[in-house]
């Protein structure tokens, strides 16, 4: 069973940044926060993942609450392209919760 | 791209018949995983293997098997395949430095199985 919370969808404009939000309030001290997307039927692509501090790459930013039980995705300039299935996933590096269970995510639309 | 492959890319068979997916994982990843991804039950954790041994298992029928072989491809085989089997299949690796170590898993591009 999935571990996190996300609404079903939400949209954004082109340009803008895209804030998707996850809430995981029964993180255990040792489960990261992993966000894959996948779009449309290709496989699920790695964009970033965190334990308790805020993180960026190339791809996106992660902001994790203090108390650890919510993050948000950030997208800086959503394009076009972007426009996906975003899973949000609490896992553990060992052991029995370190396997990804994807929920249902959110579809994030991005529009012209 | 993820570095991880896949073949064949499309699939469509007959009810009953066997099939094999094959995967090459990402250069110098030991570990391998294979999820089924369907309308009805979303993307599921089947099997991994790492360095050629079973390390975990999720929800894989006992109709389906794995392996991973000393290149560190793997292949996963379906049979006496039914309608519901018709699914994507996603391969993931990841570098894992001890089979206890579960690091970042990419993903391959999948393939589309269709049972008639």
């Known amino acids: 069973d999935a571990k996190t919370t996300q609404p079903p969808s939400m949209d954004c404009a082109e340009g803008r940044a895209a804030n998707l939000p996850c809430n995981h309030s029964t993180i255990s001290g040792n489960e990261y926060v992993y966000w894959y997307r996948q779009i449309h039927s290709q496989g699920p692509q790695y964009i970033i993942h965190g334990l308790k501090n805020n993180e960026t790459n190339e791809m996106a930013s992660l902001i994790i609450t203090e108390d650890r039980k919510s993050s948000t995705l950030i997208l800086p300039h959503a394009t076009l392209r972007d426009t996906a299935v975003y899973y949000c996933i609490v896992r553990a590096q060992t052991g029995a919760n370190s396997k990804l269970t994807f929920g249902k995510g959110i579809t994030l639309s991005v529009r012209p | 791209d993820s570095g991880v492959t896949q073949t064949p890319k499309h699939l469509i068979t007959a009810t009953g018949q066997r099939v094999t997916l094959r995967c090459s994982p990402r250069s110098g990843d030991l570990s391998v995983y294979w999820y089924q991804q369907s309308l009805d039950q979303g993307l599921q954790f089947l099997i991994q293997y790492y360095n050629g041994e079973e390390r975990a298992k999720g929800n894989i029928l006992e109709r389906f098997s794995a392996q991973q072989f000393p290149d560190l491809h793997s292949e996963l085989n379906l049979s006496s395949l039914e309608l519901g089997d018709s699914a994507l299949y996603f391969c993931?690796?990841?570098?894992?430095?001890?089979?206890?170590?579960?690091?970042?898993?990419?993903f391959g591009p999948g393939t589309r199985l269709l049972v008639l």
């Open positions: 993931a690796s990841s570098t894992s430095r001890t089979s206890y170590f579960a690091e970042t898993q990419y």
